[in-house]
């Protein structure tokens, strides 16, 4: 009986872990859109649904103290439910980045290309790909999917590296949009910031199978 509840609440965490991520997920691809056509509605509704994820976070780590004192879980189950700790806080700093993005784009006054900066397009796209397929390794409980996705940060990576060439090169042909240029840079930076959460995200999958978190043995 003990452990038939046991298994019902680790379930309700899964589930509320899946439907965060979605959450998450939805508020990076509503940032890129209101980035992409410079819409102050859009960017306004990302910043004040970010306050839904902060209480699914908290929720969330509730649940998962609450299932460590009330159950003390061994092996296999506390690596889970140490596993759902650390996801969470990720997922949670994921859309706080979304929310960084949209309030640059309420800052950026003067009109601009989403595509002036040649790299940010596919680093969007690549670091939004991450996340989607680090739920995805999660749900799945699937290793081998989570290591395909952290070697993905390197293209990430890489992108952030072009970007600032991108960026350096408009200072010095065109000096006037040297504040646009800043902007767009450290949207840049919350991009590879996402994908580094991503990339955690797939550690801390690989964790809740092996015990291992980085090739050091935690549990």
């Known amino acids: 009986m003990v452990r038939r509840n046991f298994e019902t609440c680790l379930e309700q965490l899964n589930t509320e872990l899946i439907k965060m991520g979605a959450i998450v997920e939805q508020a990076i691809n509503t940032s890129i859109a209101a980035f992409k056509n410079r819409d102050i509605v859009t960017a306004r509704d990302v910043i004040e649904k970010d306050r839904i994820i902060d209480d699914m976070e908290k929720d969330i780590e509730s649940k998962c103290l609450s299932l460590i004192l009330k159950q003390q879980p061994v092996a296999g189950d506390l690596r889970v439910v140490s596993t759902a700790l650390k996801i969470v806080t990720d997922m949670e700093r994921i859309g706080d980045h979304a929310s960084d993005?949209?309030?640059?784009?309420?800052?950026?006054?003067?009109?601009?290309?989403?595509?002036?900066?040649?790299?940010?397009?596919?680093?969007?796209?690549?670091?939004v790909s991450m996340v989607h397929e680090a739920v995805e390794a999660f749900v799945e409980r699937d290793t081998e999917k989570a290591a395909v996705i952290k070697a993905k940060d390197d293209i990430v990576d890489d992108l952030f590296e072009k970007v600032k060439k991108d960026i350096a090169n408009i200072l010095l042909n065109e000096p006037e949009k040297g504040n646009m240029s800043i902007n767009f840079l450290m949207i840049a930076k919350y991009f590879e910031r996402i994908g580094d959460h991503a990339e955690n995200i797939c550690d801390w999958i690989e964790f809740s199978q092996t015990g291992d978190y980085k090739n050091d043995k935690l549990l």
């Not at 800052?107 to 796209?125: F, G, K, L, Q, S």
């Open 101 to 127: 993005i949209a309030e640059l784009v309420l800052d950026m006054e003067d009109e601009y290309n989403y595509d002036i900066v040649e790299h940010i397009p596919p680093m969007a796209e690549s670091a």
